[in-house]
């Protein structure tokens, strides 16, 4: 028949599972012919697109039970172990005694206001807390809202909202309480054959043709291949979603790092986290009395409080010089009486510089090239673009014919293999470097140029008194800043929130 219409296996089995049926669940159709979704809706499509397949879809609201939450409702939710609470109290309590009383009762008191009112059992005002009438029937009966039983009876999985006995309570119950399940968006498909597709298989308009992924060797012996139609490959329908394992973006980030450094000739040097004043500070020619050495920028430790100092006294000594009068740097130094006392507290590393500087202390002579990857640690308030933790880079070069001109070469290729390839440098002021120079970059994906870390050369008030003679390029870079550009992040703190979609969806290759 040259109207005949040729079906692959799936397609066949649809057209004869709808036949005068009228409209059946894309899932029930699934179950029963024991097929993928997928498969079934690219078959649909196919004959949606000649008239003969009507395709409804629905948006419904699934609601996804997290796999504790039947045990939670089980033994109680907050609002529920109010209800007692209030009961045994007579029925009303001052609004600060209950929240004692919850507390000593581990009752979370934020979820019993906002859920317990909810629900219509708890009401709250300047009198207090009391149970209301539909609270003290709630305990008496024993049976359990329309949310938790839902909770219960999904035992875990997925259900269809509007499948419940009351959608409306339902949601407005669970669907801003992640702890216990979420609300998920869906598309119900429903599938039917229209008046033209009815038609078509009653007239024995549709035939079954035998499709393979493949040919056999016993296909081309036998012959049979020339009956056998390959299946087309259509990689724009939908498929199933999947997430395979991936480094954490700000792991990958401090590797593509570490690996450009390596890769530069570069030497990785660490040190504790846990850090004496001296190294962290004074070694750095930074004052006893600067403001970055006070409380509110930086941690001091309790326990042990201060450590000792380098055992090379001499060294000490030329630090010591240094701040106060120059030594012999050719410097004034900063005027002031230098402390050993201030310089044997115990911090936490406010600067992986702390790291590249003892590095420079144990190898004051060319060559060495020599890096640092760490966490840093800052007394500042959490916003979206500063955390009192974070990791930080640093690195350092001797060469005895260093120059500002080395410098921005080598941190322009460094830049470029961190993937930005507009580099610019602008003039800058750090305390222990000079001359002082900003890294600016230029992203493509905003149009604007970005600062990313400062640089410079170390003075002679910071490299001689560690015994070396020699130009020392320096510079540092916060990684967590250089992930943000990177993954296009507004908020710092996303990076840590260990939100595991954001983290699925998140591009790495870029």
Same mark, same amino acid.
């Given at each position: 028949?040259?109207?005949?219409?040729?079906?692959?296996?799936?397609?066949?089995?649809?057209?004869?599972?709808?036949?005068?049926?009228?409209?059946?669940?894309?899932?029930?159709?699934?179950?029963?012919?024991?097929?993928?979704?997928?498969?079934?809706?690219?078959?649909?499509?196919?004959?949606?697109?000649?008239?003969?397949?009507?395709?409804?879809?629905?948006?419904?609201?699934?609601?996804?039970?997290?796999?504790?939450?039947?045990?939670? +409702? /089980?033994?109680? *939710?907050?609002?529920?172990? $109010?209800?007692?609470? =209030?009961?045994?109290? @007579? #029925?009303?309590?001052?609004?600060?005694?209950?929240?004692?009383?919850?507390?000593?009762?581990?009752?979370?008191?934020?979820?019993?206001?906002?859920?317990?009112?909810?629900?219509?059992?708890?009401?709250?005002?300047?009198?207090?807390?009391?149970?209301?009438?539909?609270?003290?029937?709630?305990?008496?009966?024993?049976?359990?809202?329309?949310?938790?039983?839902?909770?219960?009876?999904?035992?875990?999985?997925?259900?269809?909202?509007?499948?419940?006995?009351?959608?409306?309570?339902?949601?407005?119950?669970?669907?801003?309480?992640?702890?216990?399940?979420?609300?998920?968006?869906? +598309? /119900?498909?429903? *599938?039917?054959?229209?008046? $033209?597709?009815?038609? =078509?298989?009653?007239? @024995? #308009?549709?035939?079954?043709?035998?499709?393979?992924?493949?040919?056999?060797?016993?296909?081309?012996?036998?012959?049979?291949?020339?009956?056998?139609?390959?299946?087309?490959?259509?990689?724009?329908?939908?498929?199933?979603?999947?997430?395979?394992?991936?480094?954490?973006?700000?792991?990958?980030?401090?590797?593509?790092?570490?690996?450009?450094?390596?890769?530069?000739?570069?030497?990785?040097?660490?040190?504790?986290?846990?850090?004496?004043?001296?190294?962290?500070?004074?070694?750095?020619?930074?004052?006893?009395?600067?403001?970055?050495?006070?409380?509110?920028?930086?941690?001091?430790?309790?326990?042990?409080?201060?450590?000792?100092?380098?055992?090379?006294?001499?060294?000490?000594?030329?630090?010591?010089?240094?701040?106060?009068?120059?030594?012999?740097?050719?410097?004034?130094?900063?005027?002031?009486?230098?402390?050993?006392?201030?310089?044997?507290?115990?911090?936490?590393?406010?600067?992986?510089?702390?790291?590249?500087?003892?590095?420079?202390?144990?190898?004051?002579?060319?060559?060495?090239?020599?890096?640092?990857?760490?966490?840093?640690?800052?007394?500042?308030?959490?916003?979206?673009?500063?955390?009192?933790?974070?990791?930080?880079?640093?690195?350092?070069?001797?060469?005895?014919?260093?120059?500002?001109?080395?410098?921005?070469?080598?941190?322009?290729?460094?830049?470029?293999?961190?993937?930005?390839?507009?580099?610019?440098?602008?003039?800058?002021?750090?305390?222990?470097?000079?001359?002082?120079?900003?890294?600016?970059?230029?992203?493509?994906?905003?149009?604007?140029?970005?600062?990313?870390?400062?640089?410079?050369?170390?003075?002679?008030?910071?490299?001689?008194?560690?015994?070396?003679?020699?130009?020392?390029?320096?510079?540092?870079?916060?990684?967590?800043?250089?992930?943000?550009?990177?993954?296009?992040?507004?908020?710092?703190?996303?990076?840590?929130?260990?939100?595991?979609?954001?983290?699925?969806?998140?591009?790495?290759?870029?």
């Amino acid at each position: 028949m040259s109207d005949t219409l040729q079906l692959d296996e799936a397609a066949f089995s649809l057209w004869q599972a709808l036949q005068s049926k009228g409209a059946v669940p894309l899932s029930q159709l699934a179950a029963e012919l024991k097929l993928d979704q997928s498969r079934l809706m690219a078959a649909a499509l196919e004959g949606s697109a000649g008239g003969f397949i009507a395709i409804d879809e629905q948006e419904a609201d699934e609601l996804v039970p997290n796999e504790n939450a039947a045990d939670l +409702v /089980r033994g109680g *939710l907050p609002e529920r172990q $109010a209800l007692r609470l =209030l009961l045994d109290a @007579g #029925g009303q309590l001052a609004t600060g005694d209950f929240a004692k009383a919850a507390a000593g009762a581990k009752i979370a008191v934020n979820e019993v206001f906002k859920w317990g009112v909810a629900r219509g059992w708890i009401e709250k005002d300047k009198q207090g807390v009391r149970i209301t009438e539909a609270g003290r029937s709630a305990d008496a009966v024993k049976t359990y809202d329309v949310d938790e039983t839902a909770l219960i009876e999904a035992n875990g999985k997925p259900v269809d909202v509007d499948a419940l006995p009351d959608p409306h309570r339902v949601r407005q119950l669970l669907g801003k309480r992640p702890e216990l399940a979420k609300m998920k968006a869906r +598309v /119900r498909r429903s *599938l039917a054959l229209t008046p $033209a597709g009815e038609q =078509l298989i009653a007239s @024995g #308009g549709i035939q079954r043709k035998l499709e393979r992924n493949l040919l056999t060797m016993d296909d081309l012996r036998s012959g049979a291949w020339r009956e056998i139609t390959l299946r087309a490959y259509d990689v724009t329908l939908p498929a199933e979603t999947v997430h395979p394992a991936k480094i954490h973006p700000l792991r990958k980030m401090i590797e593509q790092t570490r690996r450009a450094y390596l890769e530069m000739g570069f030497t990785e040097v660490v040190s504790p986290i846990v850090e004496s004043s001296f190294w962290n500070f004074d070694a750095l020619f930074q004052p006893q009395d600067h403001p970055a050495r006070d409380m509110q920028d930086t941690f001091y430790m309790d326990e042990p409080s201060m450590t000792d100092l380098p055992k090379d006294a001499a060294l000490v000594d030329r630090v010591r010089r240094a701040h106060e009068d120059g030594g012999d740097t050719g410097s004034e130094g900063w005027g002031y009486k230098w402390s050993p006392e201030r310089a044997r507290q115990v911090v936490l590393r406010t600067h992986t510089t702390a790291s590249t500087i003892r590095a420079l202390a144990r190898h004051p002579n060319p060559p060495l090239k020599a890096f640092c990857v760490g966490w840093v640690c800052r007394n500042e308030t959490m916003s979206y673009k500063h955390l009192p933790v974070f990791h930080q880079v640093d690195g350092i070069v001797i060469d005895e014919h260093a120059s500002l001109a080395t410098l921005l070469g080598t941190l322009e290729t460094f830049y470029k293999k961190m993937g930005f390839k507009q580099v610019k440098f602008k003039p800058a002021f750090y305390p222990y470097t000079e001359p002082s120079v900003d890294v600016v970059v230029y992203l493509e994906s905003r149009k604007k140029w970005i600062e990313m870390g400062g640089s410079g050369i170390f003075r002679p008030e910071v490299t001689e008194p560690l015994g070396c003679k020699h130009p020392v390029l320096a510079w540092g870079l916060g990684m967590e800043r250089l992930a943000m550009i990177r993954y296009g992040l507004s908020d710092i703190r996303e990076l840590y929130q260990g939100r595991i979609e954001a983290l699925q969806e998140m591009a790495l290759a870029q």
